[in-house]
């Protein structure tokens, strides 16, 4: 009984009511959202209209076709899986950091694949002729995420001892491998020509231009298992908020809720930085909002969480889209600019819980 009561004080003051009503307004919000996006770009093509052809048997012309399937829709569904995977992965790593400013970031997914993605652009010609023909215009993304992987496997190996790992080492480890990570590609930058420094640029502000259905077959996999995942973490997330030791009193394996938090950071971070770049922001304030708006219960956190990081996403992309039009700005620009004001008010709101 005494457990029970202990997992259920998340929820305490009946705050489930509300959570449940701020997860329906995010899944209409996303909606909304979703068919501005498809509206959305300097083409000229309408969604409205061209919609209403083909749902009254007229077939869409070939512009309409490539603009609104092989364009929009790709960079939609894109946005939704990135935006959704950084603010899932930011919540996790908050909840099992028990840290408010920890993000993804902190288990060297970003620096990782950051780094993969330098060593992939500057160093891509030097590839055998075999091996550039079967990666083709993939190396940036397939390097990336396995720069995620491999650094996060690091950190882990390095965290770990005797079976246990510890969140402080990898903590500290993981800032040693971003300093290490930021060393290795400035150097890539020093070497680097006027081409590959423009790349490398436009690659570390992100983007969701490059957005194909041959990218999004890659990382969707990984990104919904990694979502799918997210919730079976809910419950040892709650108990960790007391402690690792009343999450073990409670009942729950603490090393393997552990390793599979990890993963799945991991693997959401990894494979959305690998698709679109870097995006910061996301993964920080979105959790922040909504323990404001519906409290800290992981149980509707983690879902609200995908729903408005898939939706502050698709807004910040279709301000990159338009800002600036026909141009298009990077979107790690965007959140930058939309992300920092709301952090430092959330700081400045919670000083009291975050002075030292």
């Not at 329906?24 to 979703?34: D, G, N, P, R, T």
């Not at 609104?68 to 894109?78: M, V």
Request: proline share 5%; charged share 10%; hydrophobic share 60%.
């Amino acid at each position: 009984m005494l457990a029970e009561g202990i997992r259920a004080q998340p929820a305490a003051g009946d705050r489930s009511s509300r959570a449940r009503q701020v997860l329906v307004l995010l899944a209409l919000l996303l909606a909304c959202v979703s068919v501005a996006s498809m509206m959305v770009g300097a083409s000229g093509v309408a969604l409205f209209p061209a919609l209403g052809r083909w749902l009254g048997g007229e077939a869409l012309a070939m512009h309409e076709r490539v603009v609104l399937l092989d364009i929009r829709l790709p960079r939609l569904l894109t946005g939704i899986m990135v935006g959704a995977a950084l603010a899932v992965s930011g919540a996790v790593m908050q909840g099992l950091f028990r840290n408010p400013l920890a993000d993804p970031g902190i288990v060297g997914v970003g620096a990782g694949a950051g780094l993969g993605a330098v060593l992939a652009i500057v160093l891509g010609a030097m590839l055998p002729a075999s091996l550039a023909a079967i990666t083709g215009p993939h190396l940036v993304p397939i390097a990336a995420f396995l720069g995620g992987w491999g650094s996060t496997l690091v950190l882990y190996r390095v965290s770990t001892r005797q079976g246990r790992t510890s969140v402080a080492t990898m903590l500290l480890a993981g800032i040693a491998m971003g300093a290490l990570a930021g060393a290795l590609t400035g150097l890539m930058v020093y070497i680097a020509d006027d081409q590959q420094l423009r790349d490398l640029t436009f690659w570390g502000l992100g983007s969701l231009a490059g957005a194909s259905w041959t990218k999004i077959a890659a990382a969707a996999p990984i990104i919904i298992l990694a979502l799918i995942a997210a919730p079976a973490l809910a419950r040892a997330l709650n108990a960790f908020t007391l402690g690792e030791a009343a999450a073990a009193h409670l009942g729950i394996p603490v090393q393997r809720m552990k390793n599979i938090a990890i993963l799945t950071v991991a693997g959401a971070t990894g494979a959305a930085v690998a698709i679109s770049g870097g995006i910061g922001f996301i993964g920080i304030v979105v959790p922040h909002l909504l323990r404001l708006a519906m409290g800290p219960d992981h149980r509707y956190l983690l879902p609200a969480a995908a729903l408005l990081g898939a939706t502050l996403l698709l807004g910040a992309d279709m301000i990159a889209r338009v800002i600036v039009a026909p141009a298009e700005l990077p979107i790690g620009i965007v959140t930058a600019v939309l992300g920092a004001p709301v952090f430092l008010w959330i700081l400045l709101r919670r000083r009291g819980l975050v002075d030292m």
